[in-house]
């Protein structure tokens, strides 16, 4: 069975054309469909919509309800945990990813290409500041994030179980489930598609929400920030100790004349430098302290195999069962 997890807050307006949808997929795939719906906090229709439509879907589905809104990503999660299948997909309720698009993901992850499969937007129907702030961010983030993330970013993905369960054992709240999908690792396929133009409604993905979601995507996964400070440091002792001197010397030859002035320079350039120093070093110091208390694995281990030699010994060595 594939699983697809669908995270709804104010999509009241689209229901109908999501449902339709979905009954338009189901005959697609190579076997069941199961939705997860999970409604976020929704403060409109939504979830009454989904409530009457259940019992008369053509195919399995569950319909999952926040007792807030806790945010795209933590729906996200609520619907993998929920979901029974043996592959799973994520897509929006807004319809801007084509629902084919989950056909691809469960043709690839059913042939064992890849565990996780991710689409990666070809074109998108966005305005054009919103176009061009997506790939100033998305270009700044794998310079000195991850390098492996695509150009215009992730908004759905599938994946297999053993994807799946490793993913649901991080439990981080201020972290990006994107940025975890490339943490993990594993085999990966890309799937290109073009994003359609939103039909109805507004979307929720107000600027509030995108700066949080540029925030936990960069302080969760890197310390280029900290190493930034420390570099800037250094470089400023450097250059505090060339223009001290240059100041020093100034002075002795009669062309400073301020009384005090060589002293404050020397004073602020050196002791500025090596505030921004100890703070870099200060830094380093929290962030390891920052992944510790992440608790994320040392290392995964993504497929395992014995021959018959190994199983017979480790049957041996479980002893009898009960």
């Known amino acids: 069975m594939f699983s697809l997890v669908i995270p709804v807050y104010k999509n009241e307006a689209n229901v109908p054309r999501l449902l339709a949808a979905l009954v338009a997929l189901a005959p697609t795939l190579p076997e069941a469909l199961e939705v997860v719906?999970?409604?976020?906090?929704?403060?409109?229709?939504?979830?009454?919509l989904l409530a009457r439509a259940l019992p008369d879907l053509p195919f399995a589905a569950q319909l999952l309800a926040h007792s807030r809104n806790f945010g795209s990503f933590a729906a996200i999660r609520s619907g993998l945990q929920a979901a029974r299948g043996e592959r799973f997909g994520v897509m929006a309720a807004d319809l801007q990813e084509p629902p084919e698009l989950m056909a691809a993901f469960d043709q690839a992850l059913l042939r064992d290409e890849a565990d996780v499969v991710i689409g990666t937007r070809r074109s998108r129907a966005d305005g054009a500041v919103s176009q061009w702030s997506s790939r100033l961010f998305w270009a700044l983030y794998r310079r000195w994030v991850a390098a492996e993330m695509p150009e215009g970013g992730v908004d759905v993905f599938g994946c297999n179980r053993a994807f799946r369960d490793q993913l649901l054992a991080l439990e981080e709240s201020r972290s990006s489930l994107i940025a975890l999908i490339f943490w993990l690792g594993f085999r990966r396929q890309l799937v290109a598609y073009d994003r359609q133009a939103r039909q109805e409604g507004v979307s929720a993905w107000t600027l509030r929400k995108k700066i949080d979601y540029m925030l936990d995507s960069v302080f969760a996964f890197t310390d280029a920030p900290i190493r930034a400070l420390t570099h800037l440091g250094?470089?400023?002792?450097?250059?505090?100790?060339?223009?001290g001197l240059a100041v020093l010397v100034a002075r002795l030859t009669g062309q400073i004349e301020v009384p005090g002035y060589t002293a404050?320079?020397?004073?602020v350039l050196f002791f500025g430098s090596l505030n921004l120093l100890g703070l870099g070093i200060v830094g380093t110091y929290a962030w390891r302290a920052y992944e510790n208390t992440k608790a994320r694995p040392l290392a995964i281990v993504a497929r395992r195999q014995a021959n018959g030699a190994a199983a017979a010994s480790a049957r041996e060595s479980a002893g009898p069962q009960s």
């Open 37 to 48: 719906f999970v409604v976020d906090g929704s403060p409109d229709q939504s979830h009454a």
């Open 234 to 243: 250094v470089c400023g002792c450097g250059l505090a100790l060339l223009v």
């Open 264 to 267: 404050t320079m020397l004073a």
